[in-house]
């Protein structure tokens, strides 16, 4: 079936303005993570949905981004007013809890601020 | 200090060398240990997972977690140019909420 597929592949976007960020995990799949990749830096969490229950923010760098999850499907993370170090590639992942704790990857939005 | 330490590299190493691959944790409480490799521009995917010490072996791909030193390692035997990529460890506590990744170290095998 399907992967995890995120859109955009690539956004480039001035400083002050807001973003939006897509993820459609994996068809059934419960649980949905966001994380973010600087260059030459490993994964760094942001967020976490899991069901219905309320998402672990705690990885959320500031009050700037937000992130939501409609359906228990499709999410979202918005960044607003935009600063050159949100520059990152931001990959979502997903995965089926009551089955195994992989994770499946996408291939991530690549976002530069200018 | 950072959750995970991962030596970034680059490793460049010729074809059929024995490649080893590691990182050291700070959280004694991790039970979960994985390996991801990440192509350029692509997700990481999931390579290798254990649960607690010892060694798990797959194919060509062997991981090693000693929790005494709080060490993981990868060793890739017979190294191929297909393995060139990035090697990302990850650990986890019981609960799935949160993993924790190494920065990442890149591999070059040359044919």
């Known amino acids: 079936g399907a992967g995890v597929s995120q859109s955009p592949s690539n956004k480039v976007t001035e400083k002050g303005k807001d973003v939006e960020l897509r993820c459609d995990p994996i068809?059934?799949?419960?649980?949905l993570y966001w994380y973010r990749q600087s260059l030459g830096q490993g994964l760094e969490f942001l967020i976490y949905?899991?069901?219905?229950?309320?998402?672990?923010k705690s990885g959320l760098p500031s009050d700037r981004f937000s992130a939501e999850r409609t359906g228990g499907s499709v999410s979202t993370l918005t960044i607003q007013r935009t600063q050159q170090e949100d520059s990152a590639v931001y990959l979502c992942?997903?995965?089926?809890?009551?089955?195994?704790?992989?994770?499946?990857f996408g291939p991530g939005t690549r976002l530069t601020v200018l | 200090q950072k959750e995970v330490e991962q030596d970034p590299g680059p490793l460049s190493v010729p074809e059929g060398a024995i490649v080893s691959l590691n990182c050291t944790y700070s959280?004694?409480?991790?039970?979960?240990f994985m390996w991801y490799r990440q192509y350029s521009r692509k997700g990481p995917e999931l390579l290798m997972y254990?649960?607690?010490?010892g060694n798990k072996e797959d194919g060509r791909f062997t991981a090693q977690v000693d929790k005494s030193s709080k060490y993981i390692s990868l060793f890739i035997r017979d190294s191929q140019p297909s393995d060139s990529a990035t090697y990302l460890c990850?650990?986890?506590?019981?609960?799935?909420?949160?993993?924790?990744f190494g920065s990442g170290t890149k591999l070059n095998v040359k044919p």
């Open positions: 068809s059934g799949h419960t649980a």
């Open positions: 992942a997903s995965s089926d809890t009551s089955k195994s704790d992989e994770q499946f």
């Open positions: 990850a650990t986890a506590l019981g609960n799935f909420n949160k993993f924790y």
């Open positions: 959280n004694s409480a991790f039970q979960y």
């Open positions: 949905f899991q069901g219905n229950s309320a998402p672990d």
């Open positions: 254990t649960y607690s010490s």
